[in-house]
């Protein structure tokens, strides 16, 4: 391990698995539109929903850009096998604690901001917040399954400079990911947000998020 790195990829990996997971409803609610007056989908929803998503993940890696600054380090950009990657310019054999700390701030800015969407009080349920809510919801999640034992990922930086395993890591950020999710899905003002019945007719259900407005 000579210089610790923090791949942009698997972000992008979090936005596809989301986008396939808002793809979904979208067709639901034009169906719904057709028979229902009260469900309707401003003209804006998806983009501020797209924006909201990606706000969360530029918090994430403004969160270890920033974190790197405070300890003294100089981050740097470059490619990691051809991945665009934020270097943290700390060593994290001898600073493993500034490692973990440069690691573990993208998910806990993004906890952190999901935490102020769902405490402080304001008029909830915007698209926007429920793209800042899925974005942290989706990251945590891709980190502590898929991308949890990729080589440079945030979740393995942390387990290696740290006494935590991987799977303690995985533990903490995937619970409090599930809480934020049971917090949302009882809330009645972000009703559909990732799971709906499908329409009559249709069998299972549907994910993602669905607008009533
Ligand atoms: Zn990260």
Not at 57 to 65: F, I
Not at 164 to 181: C, F, M, N, W
């Amino acid at each position: 391990m000579t210089m610790p790195s923090i791949p942009v990829i698997p972000h992008m990996i979090v936005a596809m698995l989301a986008g396939s997971l808002l793809v979904a409803p979208a067709a639901h609610t034009q169906q719904a539109s057709q028979t229902d007056s009260v469900s309707v989908r401003p003209s804006h929803y998806w983009r501020d929903v797209a924006a909201g998503f990606a706000s969360s993940l530029l918090a994430h890696e403004v969160a270890h850009v920033a974190t790197a600054l405070a300890l003294g380090a100089h981050p740097t950009f470059g490619f990691d096998k051809g991945r665009p990657t934020v270097y943290s310019g700390i060593d994290a054999q001898r600073d493993p604690h500034k490692q973990f700390l440069f690691s573990s701030m993208g998910l806990n800015v993004q906890a952190a901001l999901d935490e102020g969407v769902l405490d402080v009080p304001h008029e909830r349920g915007s698209p926007f917040e429920r793209g800042v809510l899925v974005s942290g919801i989706a990251t945590a999640l891709f980190y502590v399954t898929i991308g949890r034992s990729a080589s440079v990922s945030d979740v393995d930086f942390m387990a290696r400079t740290s006494s935590l395993s991987r799977t303690d890591i995985g533990l903490i950020y995937g619970g409090v990911a599930l809480l934020h999710t049971v917090r949302v899905s009882h809330d009645s003002r972000y009703a559909d947000f990732f799971v709906h019945p499908a329409p009559a007719g249709e069998r299972g259900l549907r994910l993602g998020l669905h607008l009533d407005r």
